[in-house]
């Protein structure tokens, strides 16, 4: 299981009906073609989600057919609303942070900024912990740690399976990062740059294509 997005705003004005479909249509075409928020209008999960969903703090409802864990939809987040509820944007991305580098770190940026600037005070974190922190403190760490190490750290080849396939991409000119192995002779690699993909079948001599 990997690490998801968790972020929620906490409404300057009055999270009514209205204003939250306002919220949700204008991020929703904000973010369009980011493919970062997940939209359900036909109820296939537990009723319909929309770029924003309400969350009452103490709300202990099911959450797509089981019980979130604590650090879920304002439990124990440290979340206070002079409404009693708070938004919470409907996504289904990973996280990004230092030590995980795997969400889509420029969406979750462009996601962030808007609700800071056009809905209220907005918390980032993954659904790991039992906090969240404040968008202004987690953007500037994560926005630093972005420009200088990107998704290297989780996906280059020395990290993940070190010591094991070795391979250049041939248009990038860098390390290719292995993402697949089955025993001593297969194995495949992906460019994290270009997404360039070469298998092996004999231990690495020999690079193709995916046979179909």
């Known amino acids: 299981m990997g690490i998801d997005v968790v972020m ?3 409404p300057l004005q009055e999270p009514t009906e209205e204003r939250v479909l306002k919220w949700s249509f204008e991020l929703a075409q904000s973010m369009s073609g980011t493919g970062f928020l997940w939209m359900d209008s036909e109820e296939k999960y537990g009723g319909q989600h929309r770029a924003l969903d309400v969350v009452k703090l103490g ?6 057919g089981s ?3 604590p650090a879920y939809h304002g439990y124990s987040l440290g979340l206070t609303s002079p409404w009693d509820s708070v938004l919470e944007v409907s996504t289904m991305h990973r996280y990004y942070g230092p030590g995980y580098e795997r969400g889509p ?5 462009a996601c962030g900024d808007w609700l800071q600037h056009n809905v209220g005070p907005t918390f980032y974190g993954g659904d790991s912990g039992d906090s969240l922190g404040p968008w202004e403190r987690e953007a500037t760490v994560c926005q630093a740690h972005w420009l200088r190490h990107g998704h290297k750290p ?3 080849p020395s990290v993940r399976y070190p010591d094991r396939f070795k ?9 290719m990062a ?17 997404g360039k993909y070469q298998e092996t079948l004999d231990g690495g001599k020999t690079w193709g294509e995916r046979e179909s």
């Open 8 to 10: 929620m705003t906490v």
């Open 59 to 64: 709300d202990d409802r099911e959450y797509m």
């Open 67 to 69: 019980k979130p864990p």
């Open 105 to 109: 770190w420029a969406s979750i940026r």
């Open 154 to 156: 989780y996906r280059m």
């Open 167 to 175: 391979l250049d991409c041939a248009f990038c000119k860098e390390p």
């Open 178 to 194: 292995q993402n697949m192995w089955a025993g001593d002779l297969r194995g495949g690699m992906t460019c994290i740059g270009c």
